[in-house]
């Protein structure tokens, strides 16, 4: 069953509209709470929380939303794999409380905690003692992902910031780049479609594809039941948006029916000091058709 969505009025969408931000319940840096006041102080009206294989900080997020007057969409964001390559679809209006999304965050947090263990034996090995224990209190009750490791690197003494952490043991190919097989692409859709949600890929210009590359994961995404783009994340190059703009025209043009990919956007909001990623920093284009038109006008997605 389908979330029950508040009417998105005129002047919810025609504010400013992120669909793609983090609490403490994944890897960003403020709780729910906090997250949609801030988000409220950046005049923002229309908030997803998108929390990394997650739905925990959601009946949090709700009740600030409602104190603050922000219009809320329960979301996620799922790892998933394309091929090889590890992608990530947001769901947009879903149902937090689906088995089918519940099911999904288990098989992830199963793979999640696997990876965290070996990420701490492998740090362990190099000298870092106590990492796998230092990244859980940094998690909490959330899931534990590398940039709780990178903060207790910090915190610790072993590493001047987040971004040395990354570069010398937990970007790609270094000691704590542990591969995992996420669930598939389609099958990580159709989870989505099952929770009554819209499925979204997050950020295609952050997995460092070719042009051509780029172009089949569209096409795939599209074939494979996806409802929409993340044409535009953060403050974002005007020519990387016409980048994707363009190659989204050769794979069906953004908005329409039959399939066609409607426009998404949102800040990927983890910390306040990521000027780039600022809660409501993110605008779409003109000439787009937008995600929230399958809620505000009544559309419907095939299930």
Request: hydrophobic share 40%.
């Amino acid at each position: 069953m389908a979330h029950s969505l508040p009417q998105l009025t005129d002047e919810t969408v025609t504010g400013q509209v992120d669909l793609h931000c983090h609490s403490t319940a994944s890897d960003g840096i403020l709780s729910p709470e906090a997250l949609v006041s801030r988000a409220k102080s950046a005049g923002v009206t229309l908030l997803a929380l998108t929390d990394h294989d997650t739905v925990a900080g959601f009946a949090e997020a709700h009740a600030a939303a409602v104190k603050e007057g922000v219009t809320l969409l329960p979301g996620i964001e799922l790892t998933a794999c394309w091929g090889r390559r590890v992608v990530h679809i947001v769901g947009l209006n879903i149902d937090p409380a689906s088995t089918a999304i519940a099911d999904a965050i288990a098989a992830r947090d199963r793979l999640r905690h696997a990876r965290a263990v070996e990420i701490g034996a492998r740090l362990e090995k190099r000298g870092f003692s106590g990492a796998l224990e230092g990244a859980r209190q940094h998690a909490g009750d959330g899931v534990i992902g590398r940039p709780h490791f990178a903060r207790w690197l910090v915190e610790a003494g072993h590493l001047p910031d987040e971004a040395k952490a990354f570069k010398r043991y937990l970007g790609a190919g270094k000691a704590g780049d542990v591969a995992v097989v996420w669930p598939d692409m389609v099958d990580t859709i159709a989870s989505i479609h099952a929770a009554g949600g819209a499925a979204v890929l997050a950020h295609p210009l952050k997995y460092g594809l070719t042009r051509t590359r780029l172009q089949s994961l569209l096409g795939e995404f599209q074939d494979g039941g996806g409802d929409a783009v993340e044409v535009v994340c953060g403050q974002q190059n005007p020519v990387q948006t016409r980048e994707i703009l363009s190659l989204l025209e050769r794979v069906g043009e953004v908005g329409g029916t039959g399939g066609r990919l409607l426009a998404s956007l949102g800040s990927d909001f983890h910390q306040p000091d990521q000027p780039w990623r600022a809660l409501g920093s993110a605008r779409l284009p003109a000439g787009v058709e937008p995600v929230w038109n399958l809620w505000q006008t009544g559309a419907t997605q095939d299930q």
